[in-house]
Nanobody, 128 residues
């Protein structure tokens, strides 16, 4: 059974930083990619950033809204994916989810398909 558990959310002032973590268990080789998604109040879910799970594949995707500010990374030994968020803006306020699907590439996971497996989410609030 695949499980995803997010942590690291909180309240931060504009311009501040946060790092989210997603601890995963139950992965098989069928899962090519994993990513971060967010949903702000009154808005649909957005694919924020996705990364390949293959150690030799450094493919990543970033939504235009976070390019240059957010960095996704992984530690395969710990089965953990991170999202380093810098220069946070009030519009980054949302519930952030870690999600994945089997047999889905990085780009498809983030912008085409609705992931099959989701974590419970962690709240990020950017406010002064």
């Amino acid at each position: 059974q695949l499980q995803l558990v997010e942590s690291g959310g909180g309240l931060v002032q504009p311009g501040g930083s946060l790092t989210l973590s997603c601890a995963a268990s139950g992965f098989t080789q069928d899962y090519y990619a994993i990513g971060w998604f967010r949903q702000a109040p009154g808005k649909g879910r957005e694919g924020v950033s996705c990364i390949s799970r293959t150690s030799t594949d450094h493919n990543t995707y970033y939504a235009d809204s976070v390019k240059g500010r957010f960095t996704i990374s992984r530690d395969n030994a710990k089965n953990t994916v991170y999202l380093q968020m810098n220069s946070l803006k009030p519009e980054d306020t949302a519930v952030y989810y870690c999600a994945t699907s089997p047999f889905t590439t990085v780009r498809a996971l983030c912008i085409i398909h609705v992931p099959d497996y989701w974590g419970q989410g962690t709240q990020v609030t950017v406010s002064s």
